[in-house]
């Protein structure tokens, strides 16, 4: 097919008018599998290959051929602020054909909305919650706006692969064709997909139709790739014990008089001062696992700027930053004349442009593969290579430390993260066998909320046919109601039918149900008429608080508000916002087993990290950890390294505790997880594995894996569901109790892996 031909006029005229001399690989595909099938389409390809146009260009040519009666095409996209970005590049590109564009979230336009109440048409750009909110609140004029509905495009799909959100929106997508009587075809958007058959099948569930995923060669991916390791005080690895307790700057780091230079920055980091020096000249990204971490590496940078006598050259960009901070952050990148550096968490790791990145900074590792991927691809654009340099930091051991606490486990993890990419492309998969009750109660209340009054079995028959619930047991559903009922967020009519009840309304009608993630109670921090964000606990009057990069000082805390008043003062101190950690998936635990155990070179290593990884290879060979998962550290004190995931780390905790405890005696068990976990035990290293291998032998409840009187919340609406569901939703659906098995049967005194 010639794809550029098939092409509508004003599509064809845009690309003239861009300079393209020809359509990318992408673009070929997107064009033969939207154009040429009926069926959902998947487009994986790397970021900033032209994915979004791609799948635009043949979609808005079918909707230029035969206009929509109620709106045509609906973009789902993870974050506002990657709406706002695609709405510009949208709008312009619609805007000859008369394709009106209409972005629907907190901060759009009210009267554009009204508008596209009063005539639908063209593309909507929505997050998922805001979807929730129109179905709840214009569940009457929902066959008015969507019955013509061609196409759904879901922006960054891998989001949404691994979470109730990412189910929540399937949800609404199948609630929303059913309501409308439409059937649209999907298409899904990623640059990470680790198993694409797999996402697939999750993005067309429900849909009735096939999902197409195209093949095209997208080009040889070039990275410029560097991890260096830095202790935060004394001597780097390779270097000598006697250095001072400074760290002495290696060539990289600049002047010899950096103690006295940087004196009044205490303490000096050597890692950032890294960082420092080269996002000098450049627009950088530096990522960060935690906004925590984010506010305290903004202040840190800034310090140097201000100690040096430079300008400030470091931006911020996080969750809890108000929208005006972000937006100017983001619109000051773009400049390509800016020669700023942005301080940032996963809040920049999708596809919102941020003009021409010449090079990203990741501090420690992220969690998962398509995390690395997603920040890599930050960089890279307009045909130069993507470069991310990673920044390991680590405190220097103890002399009483243990064994496990000296290895260094996100310089290992960084490592794997790269290698299993490049050795097997792998990305982590969608989870699919969960059991979401928290999710279930959601849908729940969100469907009686926007229809009104139902039977049980009519609830019953919109609810668990959703795709997402297909473990879940009309016994299961029919416990919950019962619950609800007994507790007033639902009530009986005189008719027999269902309806919110008080309790249930005081849920419903907070603007906050509409997102299933789980949220803190946030407070506004403001300094005179501006708005700086948002902290989850604040502090008393007269002490400080770190947010948008500078240190405050609180003078007021409304807590019926929820504002806190604050002043700028000169300092640094750590930031605070609730954030935790995401979940590790088991071949990255594996292949950091693999990396202790081979002697390969990675050549993107520095120096310090080549050295400090040939100590952890040292102390993994000396330890005997290559051979045995479980090292005694002295006396009755044990160390087990079971190499596995969270979910099947967490199975394995509560699976000593409570099966096999009494038999070995364990006490004071103390995870790290997922590395590693510490215990006293009475029994030997043989008996060990014997009982272990006895227990998981004989078929158990995974029930025994929760404590009797556990009631292990996990999800956001977790509290509002009975007990027993919480407790089968976590056992069967969270805890990975076969992958746990698995390796329990597989050890012995001469394996460490199955």
């Known amino acids: 097919m010639n794809v550029f031909a098939r092409?509508?006029?004003?599509?064809?005229?845009?690309?003239?008018?861009?300079?393209?001399?020809?359509?990318?690989?992408?673009?070929?595909?997107?064009?033969?599998?939207?154009?040429?099938?009926?069926?959902n389409v998947l487009l994986t390809a790397s970021t900033a290959s032209g994915k979004t146009e791609a799948a635009f260009f043949p979609i808005l040519t079918l909707l230029d051929e035969e206009p929509s009666l109620t709106v045509g095409v609906l973009y789902i996209a993870p974050l506002k602020a990657l709406i706002n970005d695609q709405f510009g590049r949208l709008d312009e590109l619609c805007e000859e054909a008369g394709i009106r564009v209409t972005r629907w979230h907190g901060d759009a336009s009210q009267s554009r909305k009204r508008k596209l109440l009063r005539q639908p048409s063209g593309i909507l750009q929505i997050t998922p919650e805001s979807l929730e909110s129109l179905l709840i609140n214009k569940h009457a004029e929902i066959t008015a706006l969507f019955g013509d509905l061609r196409f759904i495009v879901i922006d960054e799909v891998h989001s949404l692969l691994r979470g109730d959100r990412g189910m929540q929106t399937f949800c609404l997508i199948e609630r929303l064709c059913r309501m409308a009587g439409c059937r649209p075809r999907r298409v899904g958007l990623s640059a990470t997909i680790g198993n694409p058959e797999a996402a697939g099948k999750f993005l067309a569930a429900g849909s009735g139709r096939n999902t197409v995923i195209p093949k095209f060669d997208?080009?040889?991916?070039v990275w410029r790739l560097s991890m260096e390791h830095f202790y935060n005080t004394g001597a780097q690895a390779g270097e000598e014990a006697t250095l001072p307790s400074v760290a002495k700057p290696s060539e990289t780091l600049g002047s010899d008089k950096l103690e006295e230079t940087l004196g009044s920055v205490s303490p000096f980091d050597p890692a950032l001062y890294y960082i420092f020096e080269h996002t000098r000249g450049k627009k950088c990204l530096i990522f960060t696992n935690s906004r925590e971490e984010c506010e305290s590496v903004c202040q840190q940078l800034r310090q140097y700027c201000e100690v040096k006598h430079e300008p400030d050259r470091f931006l911020?960009?996080?969750?809890?930053?108000?929208?005006?901070?972000?937006?100017?952050?983001?619109?000051?990148?773009?400049?390509?004349?800016?020669?700023?550096?942005?301080?940032?968490?996963?809040?920049?790791?999708?596809?919102?442009?941020?003009g021409r990145l010449e090079r990203a900074f990741h501090i420690d590792a992220p969690f998962t593969v398509s995390g690395f991927l997603q920040r890599m691809g930050r960089t890279g654009r307009r045909g130069d290579p993507s470069e991310m340099w990673f920044v390991m930091r680590?405190?220097?051991?103890?002399?009483?430390?243990?064994?496990?606490?000296?290895?260094?486990?996100?310089?290992?993890?960084?490592?794997?993260?790269?290698?299993?990419?490049?050795?097997?492309?792998?990305?982590?998969?969608?989870?699919?066998?969960?059991?979401?009750?928290?999710?279930?109660?959601?849908?729940?209340?969100?469907?009686?909320?926007?229809c009104g009054e139902m039977t049980p079995a009519e609830l019953a028959s919109r609810v668990l046919p959703l795709?997402?619930?297909?473990?879940?047991?009309?016994?299961?559903?029919r416990v919950l109601l019962r619950h609800l009922l007994e507790n007033d967020h639902i009530v009986r009519t005189e008719n027999g039918g269902l309806i919110v009840g008080l309790t249930g309304e005081r849920?419903?009608?907070?603007?906050k149900f509409y997102a299933v993630f789980q949220e803190n109670v946030e407070y506004t921090v403001r300094t005179g008429s501006e708005q700086l964000g948002t902290i989850v606990k604040p502090p008393p009057v007269g002490e400080k608080v770190a947010i948008a990069g500078r240190v405050w000082a609180v003078d007021e805390v409304d807590h019926q508000r929820r504002e806190v008043w604050c002043t700028l003062v000169k300092g640094r101190i750590p930031a605070y916002f609730g954030d935790c950690a995401g979940d590790?998936?088991?071949?990255?635990?594996?292949?950091?087993?693999?990396?202790?155990?081979?002697?390969?070179?990675?050549?993107?290593?520095?120096?310090?990290?080549?050295?400090?990884?040939a100590e952890a290879r040292d102390a993994f060979g000396k330890s005997g950890m290559a051979h045995h998962p479980l090292i005694n550290l002295g006396g009755q004190m044990w160390a087990l390294f079971p190499w596995l995931g969270s979910y099947a780390f967490l199975a394995l905790e509560r699976f000593l505790k409570i099966r096999c405890g009494k038999r070995l005696g364990i006490k004071g068990l103390s995870p790290s997880r997922p590395y590693f976990m510490q215990f006293t035990m009475k029994v030997g290293e043989e008996e060990f594995y014997r009982i272990l291998a006895e227990e998981a032998s004989v078929p158990f409840d995974p029930l025994e894996l929760v404590y009797p009187k556990e009631n292990p919340v996990f999800e956001k609406y977790d509290e509002y569901v009975p007990e027993e569901l919480v407790r089968k939703s976590f056992a069967l659906g969270v805890l990975d109790v076969e992958g746990m098995r698995r390796r329990v049967l597989g050890w012995g005194p001469r394996n460490a892996l199955v």
């Open 7 to 39: 092409y509508s006029p004003f599509i064809q005229d845009y690309i003239y008018r861009s300079g393209w001399t020809s359509l990318r690989g992408v673009q070929n595909a997107a064009g033969e599998a939207i154009f040429g099938t009926d069926d």
């Open 218 to 221: 997208g080009g040889k991916e």
């Open 316 to 354: 911020i960009h996080h969750g809890n930053l108000s929208a005006s901070y972000r937006e100017s952050a983001e619109q000051e990148m773009k400049d390509d004349d800016s020669l700023m550096s942005i301080c940032a968490t996963a809040t920049l790791e999708l596809g919102i442009d941020v």
């Open 394 to 450: 680590e405190e220097h051991a103890e002399a009483r430390t243990m064994l496990p606490e000296t290895l260094p486990w996100y310089l290992l993890q960084g490592i794997v993260l790269v290698q299993l990419y490049v050795e097997d492309r792998f990305v982590e998969p969608p989870r699919t066998d969960r059991l979401p009750f928290s999710l279930l109660y959601h849908q729940t209340m969100s469907t009686l909320a926007s």
């Open 467 to 477: 795709s997402c619930f297909h473990r879940i047991t009309q016994e299961d559903y």
């Open 507 to 511: 849920i419903v009608n907070n603007y």
């Open 584 to 613: 590790i998936h088991t071949r990255i635990l594996e292949r950091m087993y693999g990396v202790l155990a081979e002697d390969n070179v990675y050549p993107y290593l520095k120096s310090h990290a080549v050295a400090r990884l």
